[in-house]
């Protein structure tokens, strides 16, 4: 390990041409000094490496990967939706909500789009609110590098960290060197789709430096029905409809999506950052009918008739093998009317779980906000320390507000760096 740190030490040192930024001054130890290392080449670390970057703060930014930004690229399905228009702590799951105040209201999205709008960077309103790039999400990749490469931060790729420590300075040993600053930022996300690289490095920073983390556990993901349940609608893979899905308190009016395994699409995704399993998930067929009226029009009428010019008729018979009388309403009696309107207002699937960290948009839970600062992201116990992004125990909607949250997120540690 001594050899390959003084070789890479070596071709740094000979090395007149960076990949991003100029050299900086070799220390005595052999170990390159920054104003600020930034551990992750993500959304948030991007971001807030620009940011300090053009406060002329000297940045180094250590990525593991030979192609940093892979979740950039696939957000949105490759369009990037890379903020909403109507992004506030509302829309964000926290232990402590009020935590995302400060940062959303000094970064916005109306402040992103002014940087888009300076790189004439094309993008358009899908949904209400939600904004995706025209041409793809390498443009917004493409953005944040050029912006990154003019503030003279230090990129140095395919780096992997075997050690952080502190004493005056934090020390970053890495396969490429060693590296010292008075600032360290940790963005190197959650769990969520380890495919793009995702792992828990963030949180054993946390752990080493004493800091709490909230538990984590998949968001934005598809559920799994039960092997019982699964049998009672088979082959309904593919279909969707318009409903609305509910956990506690909170609901979603979207599409639900029926896959192999269970269920997905956005109003599934949604409530799935809610589940915790101490309020079952419940599901609204209708919710553009009031029922009780819709119910007694045509009793006469079989139930999976009028609900096949609804509902999936696939979905519509397989809903009423299960659930309904097999005689019109007419035949029905009062407690079976009132069993089937509660049915189609509160359907109540059997779920075994998720479909796990490796199909999961975002990671709920995670570093324990309470411990840091709202303004700057820095650990209040740990001087210099900072945690920002996917890490944090900050989580958004769907729709644009977890890279709304890595841009604010990001801005406000930059800043402060």
Sequence with gaps: MKVMQRIENKELLENKKPPIGSGSALRANGAKRFDAIILGAGASGLFCALRAGKKG???????????????????????CNFTN???????????????????????TPKNFLELLDAHRIPYEEKNPGQLFCKNGSRDILKMLLAEAESAGVELLKGTVVSSVSKSDLFSVVTNRGCFESRALVVATGGLSY??????????????QFAIPRTPCRPGLVGLRFSPSFLARFPALSGVSF?????????????????????????????ISSYATGDSPISIHLLPRLDLASWLAEDPGIPLVKRLARILPTRFAEAWCNAHAPRRPLSQCTKNEIRSVEENLSAWTPSFSGTEGFSRAEVTVGGIDTKHLS????????????YFIGECQDVTGWLGGYNLQ???????????SL
């Design 242 to 270: 318009f409903a609305e899905t509910r956990c506690g308190k909170t609901s979603f009016r979207e599409n639900i999506l029926f896959t192999h395994s269970g269920l997905s699409g956005p109003a599934i995704l949604q």
């Design 374 to 385: 709202s303004k700057t992201m820095e650990a209040r116990s740990c001087p210099g320390l």
């Design 85 to 107: 228009t109507a992004a506030a702590s509302s829309h964000y799951l926290s232990r402590y909500p009020e935590f995302t105040k400060s940062a959303l209201a000094r970064f």
């Design 194 to 207: 380890p495919k793009a690289g995702a792992s828990d490095f963030a949180y054993r920073i946390a752990e």
């Design 57 to 79: 703060r000297k940045v180094l930014l250590l990525d593991h990967s030979d192609a940093p930004g892979k979740k950039i690229l696939i957000s949105g399905g490759g369009r």
């Design 405 to 415: 949250w890595a841009w604010s997120s990001g801005a406000a540690a930059g800043d």
